[in-house]
């Protein structure tokens, strides 16, 4: 089991790797490319958007992009979550 797994903030240093991750060919057609969830994030920053990279220890396996809904109870929207090919099927 993974116990280091933690959300990341995506920043200059590590956004190219992020964007560099990838499903495997028979996903493709379920999800934007990593880029385009990026960029997803910064287009709707002004309305909670915010895209994270999955890491473990300091390993990016994976990215999410969720909206803060601003309600209560307090919730969320995960509108794309992707684990990159390589780390499937590990537990993330």
């Known amino acids: 089991m993974n116990t280091n797994v933690k959300l990341v ?3 200059k240093e590590n956004w190219l790797q992020i964007a560099a991750l990838s499903v ?3 996903q493709k057609d379920f999800l934007d490319k990593p880029i385009g969830i990026i960029a997803r994030g910064y287009v709707y920053r002004e309305d909670n958007g915010r ?3 999955i890491a473990n220890e300091d390993q990016v ?6 909206r803060d ?3 209560e109870p307090r ?3 995960l509108q ?3 684990i990159d090919h390589r ?4 537990g993330y």
Not at 61 to 66: C, N, Y
């Open 9 to 11: 903030q995506v920043t």
């Open 87 to 90: 780390f499937q099927g590990k």
């Open 61 to 66: 396996v994976g990215l999410a992009f969720v």
């Open 75 to 77: 919730c969320y929207d």
């Open 69 to 71: 809904e601003n309600e």
């Open 24 to 26: 495997r060919e028979d």
């Open 80 to 82: 794309q979550f992707m």
């Open 51 to 53: 895209v994270f990279g």
